[in-house]
Every structure is written in C-alpha cells, then in structure tokens.
C-alpha cells in the first residue's frame, strides 16, 4: 500500500458503522417513547460481557452471544421500562438522572461481577484487501450490521407493521383513541431498542477490551449522531455516523490524534448552531 | 392509611438511586474491608490513596489489592511492636483535586500514619502537598513525574517526608533504552494516552537513547476518553519502526494493541504501562509478533517475587500485572520495615530510617538517594526491573539476562 491514508478513511468508515449500530436504538426510543435514555450503553456493555462469558466457556463467536444479548436486554429493557421510565416519562429531569442512575448501577454490578479490570476475546485476523488494505473483521460486521440494522428500521417505519409506531410517535392520543395499545408498544419499543444495543456490544466486543464503563463513548456520540441527524430519517442517521466516523479519523490523521474528538464535537456543534432541529425536519417544524 | 399512588409510581426511581448508590460505595468499601474490619484504636493505619472509579480504575484497584495483601503480610508476621495494621482507602477517581482531599480525609478523619499513593503524576503532586503540610511520610509507588524528587531536592525541609519507592522517569527510560539495544531497535514508535507521565516519559526516553543511535520515527498521544486508535496504528506501522512503546496504563493499551496487530502483524510492541502484564489479556493478542511487557519484577526473578505471585494468584484469583500492583505492595512493605526498624511510627523517627537503610521487597532491596528516589537503573546496587516476553503458554523473562 503505497500511502496509507486510504486505510485511514476506511477504518472510518467501519468507526462510523459502530456509531450507527448504537444510533439505532437511540433514535428508536427517542422517536417512538420520546426519552432521552442515558442507559443506553449500559446495554452495549451488558451485550459485550455476554459475548466474554460465552468466551469463556469455549464459545467465540460473537454472532452467536449477540441474539442471547438480545434476548436478555429485550427482558431488562422492558422491565426497566415498565417499572421506571413509564411512570416518571413526563418528568424531563427526572428520567434521564434516573436512566443514568440505572447505567451506573449497572457498571458498579459488572465490576463487582467481573472486576475492574479489562478483559478481552480475540478479534481474529482481518482480511487483506487490494492494495494491502487492512479490512479488519469487526469493522465489516459493525458496518453491515448498522446498515441492515437502519434498513430494517427504514422498512418497518414506511411498511404496514410500522403504522403504529409512526402514529405513535406522531401523536399518541390519536393512536390510542383507535384501539392501539400504546403502553404496551413502547415497552415494546424500548425493549427492542435496548436489546439491539446488547447486539451491537456483543458483536463489537472482540475489537477493544471488555470493561464496565466501555458503553460511554458509544452512548455519546449515538446521542449526537441522532440528535444532530433528527429522527426522522433513518438514511440520514446513517450517513451521518459514516460521516463522522470518517471525519474523526481524518482529523486524528492530519491534525493529531488528541485533536480527533474536539474536532468532531465542534463540527457537531456547528452543525447544531445552524439547524437546531436537526438536519432533517419535516416541514412545519423547522426552528 | 392512604398511599400516594405518586410515591408508588416513583418507588422504582428510589429504589434504583438507592442500589445504584449502595452498590457504588460497597464495592469501593469491600476492597479494604479485611483491613478496615480490624481497625481498632491500638492499630497503625497506612492511609491508600488509589483510583478505584474512572479511566484507571483496573490499576488502582490492583493498587488497592497488593497494599491490602502486603499488610496482611505484615500482620502475619506479628504487626509492628505489637499493633496490627490496617489500611484506609480514599477513592482519586484519577483527579487531582480528589487525590488532595482523600488524602486530606486519610490523614486528619482517619488519623493514617503514613500514606502510600497516588496512582498519576498529576494525582501524587497534589498530595505531597498534604503530606508535607501535615508531616505525614508519603510513599509513591507508580507516580514517576521529575517533579516529585526535584521538590524534595530543592525544598528538603518540606518534603522530607516523600519517598519514591517506583522508577523516576530517567530511571525508567534508562532501563528500557539497556532493553531496546538489547533486542537491537535502532527506531521506535512511542504511543500512549495523552496524561503528565506519557508525555514527560517520550521526551525523557528520546533524550535517553539518542547516545545510543536510537530514534523515535513516530509518537502521538491519544485522548484517553476517546482514542483515535484506527489513525495511530496505521502511522505508526508506516512509519515501519522496529517496535512500538506502548505507554498506557488503563484498558485502552488493548484495544490499541489490537488495531496495531491488524496493522502491522509482524510489528514487535512493547507494554511498559502494565496494563498487558496480565496474563488473561495476553491470552487474547495475537502472538504473531512479539509482545513484551516491562514489570518491577515478576515470578522466578527471585524467591521473594515467586513467593509474592504466588500469595497474589491465592489471594485474588489471577497473577500479578508486575507493576501496578508489586510497587505497591513494596512501598507497604518498606514503610512497615521501617516502623519496625525506627521502633515508631511517628514521622520524625521514620524519615532518617529511610534516608539511610536498606529495605527488602519483591523487586530487590530499596535504597534511596538524597532526593529520597529508590535506585533503579542498570548500574550495580540498582533495582533493575524485569522484561518478559508473552508465549502462548506463559510469560518467559528475556531481560536483563539472568545470571
């Protein structure tokens, strides 16, 4: 490979895929429940120590801890929503220190389970691509995952089945006063949404180190890839955290590593600072 | 009696608040609860100042456990004149205005004796400051900034009570500059988190091993919140040194060690953070080039660190990293010896017993210079460290060469 700044931008394009598999919960349970859950990457971690545990006890494979990941924050999730985030949704301050509360809580549990330390399951080699491009195995998985993740959610939003989740997230009144069960739905929601967070932290644990704080940084920037993206268009969501992740890389390359963050906290701020909405708003609601 | 449906519908809140809370100050509490248990009015107590929440929470938290395993050592032995030892824990969080007011808390609420910490630089420069207001000994097992010995050099009579038990940061380059032209590297890559050590250490080192016709061809910090490990890894392998220093203490020198192998799989690294000394870590990187590890010391350098991997691996359920943990549990074992050796605790007795014996620990025998730092290097009477090479089936020790 004769320069490697191709490998750069395509090592964020896979960062980016990881930016969009959390994003896609996050703007599920933003657009349909309409909170801001700061447990979110706690069930990243959950999907992360599922996939060491099955590790070890032999089993490293990923793509098989992510379905139970699933399975399980799906039950945590809906739990959580039915025991917490439903009574106390109204309340804007006191659900997201509550949410919070729960990922801490959380943490604090992973560490007494699994101690503080880091803990780790072997990546396995990348494959060589033309050039001698490095395509590193979870990068591709984290990529295709988001993208199929974001179409499925595409697709369920503009297809039949999703009626009740649009009406729902367009005016729940309305939604309830035609027979839908509205409750049961955003439990239903926030469960799914949380059980495609574990996913993603299984699928994505062999690429850093396992550890009870490791759902932050991807709690973050899903944050404000969805927020900056609005949630409203899920194609945006995507090219977005592509985006990012791209323009993180480049600037740690071209700029300094240390730079990378604030780099793209500004571009996000700035990008804010013009359209405060979102960069995608239906029309009628632009600020 | 009626009850508020309100309350009801917020009971799930409080009671998660409340876990939340009582699992976060019960796992902080139970790492000194053997020590904590036996604290009694008669006892000694060595006040730890670790960070057991935040970015370095896996180090402190080996801290914590090698200080706790070295005061039952000491305890086993019959305890100093009679008493019992004990430990107190003050959390850092790796900040240094929690450093200053834990050690604060340690030595005026708790009445410690003496302190052994901080964790970072940035943490054991704020807390000298309280050690010296309050003539307290502080011991500083892992903190290698220069700032620490100048103070005492150019300001003796406020900080005579500071001792450093871990390598300053010359100490520290030295001893990896005899390892690299050991292994013959003529260029290398230095990476690591963004803190006060890395910095000041890729500086010290690129001074150090420059008489040698050593170089560095890349070097780059990364933030340690969020690392932009993708963009360094590949500069780094472009930059085609023959090895790559990896300076990070926390979980992110995994993460990073992955990328590079991804990158560069031939490429030799080398760990002097700590972090990789642990063996399940090892387990998981692959080996296609090597992986080396620098430690204080580490099993089958010596009876005594045999013995102390050994007790550790009993104790807590895995090896020691080698260096987060054993410069710890020595700096425990120097201050008890030299409670015993003064025949008191008392600040004043203890100081001039440290300024001139010699204390036996894992490591070798520690003996400090007129700024108070332990001698580590490469000359004779010097403490020397060890470098390990991980194997698939273990650790095997490749420098210095053993006699």
Redesign the interface.
Known sequence: MTS?LP??LL??L??GGTYALMAAGMALILGVVKVINLSHGAFFTLGAYVAYALAERGIVSPIAAAPIAAVIAFAFGVFLAK??VN??RNHPF?LPV?TL??A??FE??A??AW?????????G??WIGPGGL?I?RWGVIAFLSSAALLGGLKWLLSARPGLPLRLIAEDEEIAGSLGMDVEAIRYLTFGGACAMAAAAGALLS????V?P??GR?PLL?SLVVVIVAGMDSVAVIFLLSIGLGIF??????FL???W??VALLAAVCLLLSTRPAGIVVPAGRRD | MTVNPRFLLRLPLLLIGQAALSLHFFSLVSLAAPAVAASRPDALKIGVLAPLSGPYAAGGTSFVQAATLAVEQANAEGGVFGQRVTIAVGDTQGRVDVAKSEALRLVSREKASALVGAYLSEETVGAMEVAAAHRTVLLVPVAATAEITDKVRQEYKRYRYVFRVGYSLPQWAEMIAAFLSDRKVRRYAFVGAGIRWNLELGETLERVVAPRGITPVYTAFYSPGNPAFDAVAVAAAAASPDIVILADPGRNSVSFLKRLREAAPALPALSIGGALGDARLAASIPLSAPVYVQAAAWRGVSPAATAYVERYERRYGAPPVGYSDTLPYDAVTVLVAAWRKAGSAATEAVVPVLERGAFPGVAGAYRFDAAHQARWGTGPGALHGTFVRWERGGALIVFPPRQ
């Open positions: 490697p490998q750069v090592d964020g896979f960062a025991s917490f009574p106390v006191a509550g509360a729960c801490l809580l604090q549990a560490q007494m101690g503080p330390h880091p803990l780790s399951i072997e990546a080699a990348p490095v590193r062999p690429s850093g180190a550890t704080t490791m940084a920037l993180g890389n480049a600037c740690a390359w300094s590593p240390q990378s963050y």
